[in-house]
């Protein structure tokens, strides 16, 4: 808002100059009124614009879309402080008995000989390895596709827009009777591999970079004597860093929350992700004898979202920057 | 947790995957050569378990563990690995994939009755009489045997099972002068004086559930499927379902009973502060109401399941399921060993101090057995109830050879029925239609009636 009034301060000077539309973000020319003095167009705030009206039903929309976001994240807190007991006696949206919080994250990483952090560390690998690699892969084919010009790009093209609309879970179990016969069910790489590939990520990186990687600057590049690879590396990746995060930020959540296809690829709990594991440790419950461990489900829960919500806010410094970055181009 | 997702999920897969291996079954595929025997006296069972060698079994059942514990112990050669890959369903999957696939199936797999048909007709399983196992019959109750023999053949040995019984709350009955009810009429009327009396208590909760629904059918005397090799039918109208359902309308349009799902938080909530007065279900119960309602404890007993006629005794199993041996298994001398020997000899003692119930004769007849007193259940020898439970089960039930797939249609179908508090005759009508049309598509020749 501090631009804004900045802007709203009548120039100490007559002479017009170049100002910032407090609006738009655009530069605009200074136009002269017909005295030659320059209009204070923003004398009255309160008529400047939308910008400054409040809305309350936008207000009570944001809330109300607020509160639904992070109710879930509360209740999984609250929840992951209570004992197996108390859980189903209490009020689910507020603590009650003792504070177990700690206890329940100790029982939850020495339960059944800590496999809980044998599946932190396997789904540590498959974000780390698969959308680690899937962001690579799709970075470098995306902006192939969009600086370079070769037969059959149309066809590469629809293929990709093809692949976006079909799900993966739909895939999965063609996919599994594939990497059975190639024998790689039961390992890592059947859940690395197709989590290396993200054709939305290509398209986004593709259209990104269109915009971002101006075709002159390459050019010059290539004049100047750099190599494509050189140029890659050293150029273009830098332009099409925000358009990378985001893709990382997807293909990251993707793979930490991917059940659908370890739950098919994989028979041996050593190689569970989280997402599996719990749902494992949920299931025991709804069997004849099976033991209940509520409690620890709810933990594990909590302690599997905190890296992703750290990721998230980190990262989004770097997205946010790279919308407001697309958004001035000249 | 979220069920409605689960069971989007599941379908998609159901039809994705059940629908190729029940394409594939009738194919008549023959076993693969392997590297061992398929059949096999007790000695060469006996001699397979001195030489080193290993399987794997996937069970989702707490005891398998240490049952595979003491069974390393006594056969020091064999390393059994036990995998839990997921709790039915889940496991189904994988196991329709991996017999699909052609590899990756265990040796040994944990199968509840009603899936059994599946993978039996699949031939996906050993023939267990092969290894002399239709010795075993008489250590088994009937009705779980009739749940692992069919087409004449063996497929399963029985693990544990479900007899029926009605688990109510004392202290809600008592406190509404509630006597314990005898038939479903009575049981009716009871529901109507609790919910009337506390609009917040039921005296059960049900938002279909397919398991149960057959249970009840099953018990009512109503034979919906029968199956004949490939000729199936299937009349979810025929008498018993429609007495079943006739009655159960009276608790579901009237909004009698709880809309709650079971195995939820708020289901265990319900039975911990006794707003949910009663459960049909399993003699498997016990262990889960001890462990997940403790705060219900000296509330509970347990009497036999209401009947449609005063004086009657018919019972019904839910749950409950075998271990059967791969046709993929490459050591099934020692498979088949490891089944006689979780089901039908040490195991059986060792899955019963899990919470299983049991299947075997022997120790449903037990004077420990019987004779145990549950604090839990305010001192009542429970199992006397459940034992008789056992003797009682309504003879001739059949699953479908793809009720797993019918299963996972059924809240499209019943399930609009109580989401409406609409006639559930409809509801299976839809079932029907719905299971008979996906029965056809696989090859089957379905006949309704």
Known sequence: MTSVQQGAAPAPSNQPTDKIDATTGRVRPARRSSTGQRRPRFAKPQEGGFRKKRSVWLTVVMAVMLVYALLPLFWLFVNSTKTQDVLFNSFGLWFSGDFSLFANIGETLAYHDGEFIRWFGNTVLYVVVGAGGATFLATLAGYGLAKYDFPGKKGVFAVVLGAVAVPGTALAVPTFLMFSQLGLTNTPWAIILPSLISPFGLYLIWTYAIDSVPTELLEAARMDGAGEFRTFFTISLKLLSPGLITVLLFTMVATWNNYFLPLIMLSESTWYPLTVGLNQWNNQASTAGGEAIYNLVITGSFLTIIPIVIAFLFMQRYWQSGLAAGSVKQ | MNSRFKKTVWRTLATATVGIAAGASLVACSSGPGGSA????????????????????????????????????????????????????????????????????????????????????????????????????????????????????????????????????????????????????????????????????????????????????????????????????????????????????????????????????????????????????????????????????????????????????????????????????????????????????????????????????????????????????????????????????????????????????????????????????????????????????????????
């Open chain 2, 38 to 449: 398929d059949s096999g006296t007790a000695e060469d069972l006996e001699k397979a378990l001195q030489t080193e060698s290993s399987i794997t079994v996937w069970a989702w059942a707490p005891a398998v563990e240490d049952i595979a514990k003491a069974f390393e112990e006594k056969y020091p050669k064999i390393t059994v690995n036990v995998e839990n890959v997921g709790t039915g369903n889940d496991q189904y999957t994988k196991l329709q994939n991996a017999i699909k696939a052609g590899s990756g199936a265990p040796d040994v797999a944990q199968i509840e009755y009603y899936a059994l048909p599946q993978f039996a007709l699949g031939k996906s399983l050993a023939d267990l009489s092969k290894f002399g196992f239709d010795d075993l019959e008489d250590k088994f109750t009937a009705s779980t045997w009739n749940s692992v023999n069919l087409n004449d053949k063996l497929y399963a040995l029985p693990q544990d099972s479900g007899p029926m019984a009605m688990f109510y709350r004392k202290d809600v009955f008592d406190k509404y002068g509630i006597a314990v009810p005898e038939t479903w009429d009575q049981y009716i009327a009871a529901a109507k004086t609790i919910h009337d009396a506390d609009p917040n208590a039921y005296i059960t909760n049900d938002t279909g559930d397919a398991g149960f629904t057959t249970s009840m059918i099953w018990q009512a005397g109503g034979k919906p499927y029968t199956v004949d090799g490939e000729n199936v039918g299937i009349n979810l109208q025929d008498e018993g379902s429609k007495k079943w359902a006739d009655k159960w309308n009276q608790l579901v349009e009237g909004g009698y009973v709880a809309q709650t799902s079971s195995w939820s938080d708020e289901w265990f909530r319900g039975l911990s502060d006794g707003s949910i007065a009663t459960l049909i279900i399993g003699s498997w119960m016990p262990g889960n109401l001890e462990g997940q309602a403790p705060d219900g404890s000296g509330q509970w007993r347990v009497a036999p399941m209401p009947q449609y006629e005063a004086g009657g005794t018919a019972t019904a199993e839910n749950g409950g399921g075998g271990d059967a041996v791969l046709e993929q298994s490459k050591n099934k001398l020692v498979a088949a060993a490891f089944l006689k020997y979780m089901n039908a000899e040490e195991g059986t003692q060792i899955s019963i101090d899990k919470g299983g119930f049991p299947s075997t004769n022997a120790d449903l007849e037990s004077d420990e057995f019987l004779g145990y007193e549950s604090e839990y259940f305010g001192g009542q020898k429970i199992n006397e109830v459940f034992a008789d439970s056992a003797k009682n089960v309504v003879k001739g039930w059949q699953y479908l050879p793809f009720q797993v797939y019918a299963n996972s249609i059924y809240n499209d179908t019943v399930g609009q029925a109580y989401a409406n508090k609409s006639d559930l005759n409809e509801g299976l009508t839809d079932w029907q239609k719905a299971s008979a049309s996906y029965g056809s598509e696989q090859g089957f020749t379905v006949s309704e009636k």
